[in-house]
Structures are given as C-alpha cells and as structure tokens.
C-alpha cells in the first residue's frame, strides 16, 4: 500500500467530478450536511455550484502523531445551519469513507432524531476506500489498496502561528 499524495488542482477537479456526479444521477435534494472538518471544503464548494444552504456537523475520530491514529468517534450535539430545518432530502458530505465507521454512526444519528424529520440522505465523498463497512451512494474514486491520503491542507497540521 503506497500513500496517495493530492495537489490543491487535483483536489479541486475531483469536487467537480464529485459535484458532476450527483447532477447526472438527477437527484433533487434541500440542503448539504458537510461533516467538518473533512467535508468542510467539499460542502462549501458543493453548496456554491448547487445554490442550496450548507449545514455543518462536527465529528472527529483521528488523532496522535500526523493526525493518523483513529479513535473513537466524536459527533457534535447540535448541526449549526442557517435555516429553521435542515430539510427533508438532504446531501451528506465528507472528504473519504476510509473505515466506514463514521459514515454508518452518523446515518444511525440522524435516524435518531426525528425532529428533522429527514426522509432521504445519499452520501458524497471524494474517495471511497475498499477496506469500508459503509459504501457512499457517490464517490470519486475507489481505492483498492487502502493508501493513507495526503490532502494539500494537510500542511497546516504542522503549521503553528509563529512559523509563519
């Protein structure tokens, strides 16, 4: 298993394909959950070219040295959005599904609260990895061999103010 380095323009053009994707499946859907921090960059740019609202979700489940440990799954209490609901059909973003975990947990959380009364989700990533429980209803690209992806903001892990 070699790791998969991704430049910004590579980045880029695969939110296009992924944003290409789901208009050619002609699936009409209310609002994109992106799930920050990953599908952060991804929803906003979805949310752009489709003009609908953006809602945020924080999860967090990678940690420790180069932010390559997995641990468990953090979700957010609340979804911050800018509209009174989050809508019936709704777009559920992120960068990859890599174990599927987190995929699968916020599916079932969002089963469990039924005030947002959601009656369809299809999930959207840029990288869909082979070794996954959860398979997304769009992706980019599949990846047999599992690599650790290098994303280009990966830089600002490192980063500190003072460096700068």
């Known amino acids: 298993m070699s790791d998969l380095y991704v430049s910004w323009e590579e980045y880029h053009a695969n939110i296009e394909r992924l944003a290409a994707q789901i208009h050619q499946s002609q699936w009409e859907f209310d609002q994109i959950l992106c799930l920050a921090r990953g599908g952060l960059r991804i929803g906003d740019v979805l949310s752009r070219i489709y003009d609908k609202p953006l809602a945020i979700l ?24 800018t509209t009174a609901t989050l ?10 599904v890599d174990s599927g975990v987190t995929l699968a947990r916020i599916l079932e959380w969002l089963q469990q609260h039924e005030e947002f009364a959601i009656t369809e989700v299809r999930s959207a990533v840029l990288w869909f990895k082979e070794c996954s429980i959860a398979k997304p209803d769009y ?13 280009p903001f990966e830089k600002y892990e490192k980063l500190n103010p003072s460096d700068l």
């Open 58 to 81: 924080s999860t967090s489940s990678y940690g420790g040295k180069d932010f390559q440990e997995r641990g468990n799954l953090t979700i957010a209490s609340n979804i911050t959005m």
């Open 87 to 96: 809508g019936k059909r709704i777009l559920l973003v992120d960068d990859l």
């Open 139 to 151: 992706y980019v690209d599949f990846l047999a061999d599992n690599p650790w992806i290098h994303q």
